[in-house]
């Protein structure tokens, strides 16, 4: 084809994909696979450790039962990230509506229980107390009105306070989550962005959220504005104890992959960020923002490292940003807590007070009667219950669960007050576990069974039971500094996103590297990218349709004067380059161009010219296929049409295996035949035998007469091709029965077909042979020479089938062969082992093995001139087989040999004077 016309037919490529992409968005699904693909050569970089999610998990749930939770172990969440110093917490789960009040199951399950056993206790004891004194005494009659009214007043009062205790099992799980969200101060909670207007409550939330949690934006003319008419913010009491709040509705494109997302949003004239952009926002300094049409400005940010900088977002023309996704596994990006463990340090810590308060109970001082250091278990125990009556005075200041809450300063003093009763409580069981009373009880256990031998066993199921509660303290204490310690350095200084991750959560979608992808996991994706100022920049499309407009026709006009292969060749190396250029530009600057269109508009160019090169040349080939076939097996046609150059002269020297026929006495039989039943006997048992050779990929090099010579190995190279050889052969003699059942039933010939085959494997050289007007594929050499000896050979053998030693050494043990003697034929000075083919592994039967075996027994003592035991085996032989002209060959032999031994210098090779 002309230059001028492949620059025409490049450039109407360029045009016709450039207006498919501007009425269409043409293959935007098959670009985003492109996009995933670039994605995975995206240069290696550190991922932000400013991330930990706290997650709604398996363990969490066989915790805390089944989401949704009690809106108190959120609360108590919430206390510990206070606790703990983290940054701030973001809620990818949403509060829209009001919970069902719970109940205190921590307490209802241990504290209740622990309450009632001090009141009672302590009222027994008050009895107690009183009925001795009367025993001893020791109290008046006067007296007993005043012991009476006291006694009476401790069980008004424990009443009331279990009475207070009681109700306060049930609580407002919104109120106490609203106060524990105020106290933490760091919660960042959602707005979901409704396509339709709200009514009701609902819609009067709008003003909470356009007061609170909108924010200015500098949009450009002609930005995308979005398509959200509504806006619904959490629980108006919670959303006013939040620091702040962002949308959570994701973007997925039409293949189902996450890819880009909106970064603000604009709802009836408010913008509205998204939800871990909220947040960065505030923790870049609260810099400006100014929207463009590809990108979205920070003005003035201030980033972790210090300085203050603007900071370019770059987004695609539907104003979304391209997510930097990190390729591991959500559960393997980033760092992730269980829910769980929260929840057990709740418990340990209700463990912990129950055990304590257990400790008050016990009679201590019967033991410090022996041990005066044991007097610190009632003393330790009445400090305890001090420090917890602290740790619930502060909690409650701190929460300032009644009235309205105080000052920040006095809620902040209230929870340091909190946390440091609480950790003094540790402290002081931890030195009371180290003093080990346990251990001190012990050793004064044989005085007291001294001192009071009757009551001995209830001095010792005291020591048990003191020995229990300061060992489960000791193991509550290890594997609560443990969870706590875990948690704390996870958390401290860090953007903490609780979401769902449970089996039961929906809310998976997919990734450019991962099908299943957790949707919370797109928060730290999004501070990710923008921390990490690790930007996608999304090329313009216009760039997209003008670069193929201008390289087509260029790249076609150059490459016309070119052969068909080099000028296909160079079409797709083009777009290989293209594809390849295009992703070096995204790995190392992060600008993606989506070459599809340039590729489809290139590739389908060079298949068309090449269609309209080929349909010219097409005739000249079917040409010479009809010519050639007529002459040469169609492997060859094949190799010329692929390449004319092969109708040179010449060929190409090759290991290969040559296999040679002919018929015994056809001679006698043509003589005896018609000529037109002659040519249909011959074309009957011709088709068969090239039919068993073609079946092996052999190739037939010419029929002569009743012959046929055959090759295997070229042109196609067959790395089997001596095995194929001989099972060629095989099938031939396989064939040749069915041949003559037909042919003699239907008397087409006086007596069967008999065919003697040749085989031989060596370096051979086939090509074209002949003159320029006229040639013919062949074979040539010393190797196809021998294979022609030994068909002749079988008549001195009585054999149908001979190879050569190299023919059965390369076909490998997958044949019955029999080995023979060691010859130099006509024409060939270098000896040859023959051996004869039999039959193939698998079919051989336990006849022809036995055969072999007992006739390469005699063949042993025959080369080691044991004349008379190889007699008798070849005698075996012919008994085995009944008929075997070799064994009867050998035998006779044997006999000539031993009336007539071989001269000493007879190297057992035999020299054939026939052919």
């Known amino acids: 084809m002309k230059g001028w016309k492949s620059a025409v037919l490049g450039a109407s490529s360029a045009v016709f994909f450039a207006l498919c992409g501007l009425t269409v968005p043409l293959g935007s699904a098959d670009d985003g696979r492109i996009y995933d693909f ?3 050569f995206r240069k290696d970089r550190d991922r932000i450790d400013t991330v930990v999610f706290l997650e709604v998990d398996d363990d969490a749930i066989a915790h805390n039962g089944v989401f949704p939770w009690p809106r108190s172990i959120i609360a108590d969440c919430l206390l510990r990230l206070k606790e703990y110093g983290a940054k701030l917490a973001l809620f990818d789960i949403e509060f829209i509506d009001r919970g069902p009040e719970g109940v205190d199951s921590v307490y209802a399950r241990q504290g209740l229980r622990s309450d009632f056993n001090q009141s009672f206790g302590e009222i027994n004891a008050a009895a107690s107390d009183i009925f001795a004194a009367l025993k001893s005494g020791r109290i008046r009659s006067p007296d007993l009105d005043f012991y009476a009214g006291a006694l009476s007043g401790l069980i008004g009062g424990e009443r009331d306070r279990l009475y207070a205790k009681a109700r306060g099992i049930a609580q407002d799980n919104d109120r106490y989550l609203v106060r524990a969200s105020a106290l933490f101060g760091k919660s960042w909670v959602t707005l979901n962005l409704r396509s339709a207007a709200l009514s009701g409550e609902q819609a009067g939330r709008r003003a909470l959220a356009e007061e609170r949690f909108s924010r200015p934006v500098q949009a450009r003319e002609g930005t995308p504005a979005g398509r959200f008419r509504d806006i619904l913010p959490a629980l108006p009491a919670f959303a006013l104890t939040a620091q702040g709040a962002g949308f959570t509705n994701i973007e997925i494109d039409r293949d189902g992959i996450r890819r880009r997302i909106y970064l603000v949003q604009k709802v009836r004239d408010h913008w509205y960020p998204q939800l871990a952009f909220a947040p960065l926002l505030n923790y870049l300094g609260g810099p400006e923002l100014v929207l463009e049409k590809r990108r979205l400005i920070l003005k003035n940010a201030r980033p972790p490292q210090g300085g203050v900088k603007d900071i370019a977002i770059p987004l695609d023309r539907q104003g979304r940003m391209l997510l930097d996704w990190p390729p591991d596994r959500y559960q393997h990006s980033y760092r992730h807590l269980s829910l769980a463990g929260f929840a057990r340090l709740e418990d ?15 009679d201590a001082a019967l033991f410090a009667q022996f041990d005066p250091a044991l007097a610190r278990l009632s003393l330790d125990a009445a400090e305890l219950a001090g420090l917890y009556a602290a740790i619930g005075a502060s909690r409650a200041a701190a929460l300032a669960l009644e009235g309205p809450p105080p000052e920040r300063e006095a809620l902040d003093a209230a929870f340091a007050a909190y946390v440091e009763y609480r950790a003094q409580s540790r402290d002081l069981l931890r030195r009371l576990t180290d003093f080990d009373p346990a ?17 001995f066993p209830l001095f010792q199921e005291e020591a048990e039971y003191i020995r229990k509660l300061t060992g489960y303290l000791a193991l509550d204490l290890a594997e609560y500094e443990r969870i706590s310690a875990h948690i704390a350095a996870d958390v401290r200084d860090r953007f903490c996103i609780l979401g769902r991750v449970d089996t039961g959560t929906t809310d998976i979608a997919a990734t450019p590297f991962w099908g299943e992808y957790m949707n919370v996991g797109t928060h730290a994706a999004v501070l990710d990218t923008i921390l990490s100022e690790s930007f996608i920049s999304p090329l313009s499309p216009w760039w997209r349709l003008l670069l193929p407009l201008i390289l087509l026709p260029l790249f076609f006009a150059a490459t016309a004067a070119l052969a068909p292969l080099p000028r296909t060749a160079a079409g797709f190396t083009a777009a290989a380059c293209i594809l390849l250029g295009a992703l070096l530009l995204f790995r190392y600057t992060g600008i993606f161009f989506g070459p599809l269109g340039t590729l489809l508009a290139l590739n389908s160019a060079v298949v068309v010219r090449e269609i309209i090169s080929h349909t010219g040349s097409e ?9 050639f076939s007529t002459y040469v097996s169609g492997e060859v046609v094949r190799e010329i049409i692929a390449d004319p150059s092969r ?9 290969m295996t040559a296999l040679f026929t002919d018929v015994q006495g056809f001679s006698g039989i043509a003589e005896r035949l018609d000529p037109e039943d002659l040519v249909d006997l011959l074309n009957r048992y011709l088709t068969a035998m090239s039919d068993a050779l073609l079946a092996e990929k052999g190739t037939i090099d010419k029929f002569e007469g009743d012959a046929v010579i055959a090759f295997f190995g070229a042109p196609l190279e067959l790395g089997d091709h ?38 031989n494997t060596g370096l051979m050289v086939a090509g074209n042979m002949g003159t320029e007007n006229k040639m013919n594929y062949t074979i040539m050499g010393n190797a196809v020479n021998l294979a022609a000896r030994l068909e002749g050979v079988n008549k001195q053998y009585g054999t149908w089938i001979l190879a050569s030693e190299d023919t059965v050494r390369e076909a490998g043990n997958g044949l019955l062969v029999r080995k023979l003697d060691r010859v130099r034929v006509v024409g060939i000075s270098e000896p040859v082992r023959l051996y004869e083919l039999l039959e193939t592994g698998e079919r051989a039967g336990a006849g022809q093995k036995r055969l072999v075996e007992v006739f390469h027994g005699a063949l042993e003592f025959f080369e080691r001139r044991d004349w008379k035991r190889a007699a008798e085996g070849f005698q075996e032989a012919l008994a085995v087989a ?13 006999g000539g040999f031993l009336a007539n031994p071989p001269p000493d210098s007879w190297d057992g090779v035999y020299n054939l004077t026939e052919k």
């Open 38 to 40: 670039f994605l995975r």
């Open 348 to 362: 340990i810590e209700a463990e912990l007070k129950e055990y304590s308060q257990a400790l008050y109970s016990v």
């Open 439 to 455: 251990a001190r009880i012990h050793v004064v256990l044989p005085r007291l069974q001294e001192a009071f031998p009757e009551d």
């Open 619 to 627: 005739r000249e080939k079917s040409f010479l296929r009809k010519a």
């Open 647 to 655: 109708l040179q002269l010449g060929g190409t020297e090759r290991r």
């Open 722 to 759: 001596a095995l194929r050889a001989c099972r060629s052969a095989l099938a031939m003699k396989r064939i040749e029965k069915d041949i003559n059942r037909r042919v003699l039933r239907e008397k087409l010939s006086p007596a069967p077909l008999l065919t003697r085959i040749g085989v």
């Open 882 to 894: 009944g008929e075997d002209k070799p064994a009867g060959l050998y035998r006779k032999r044997c």
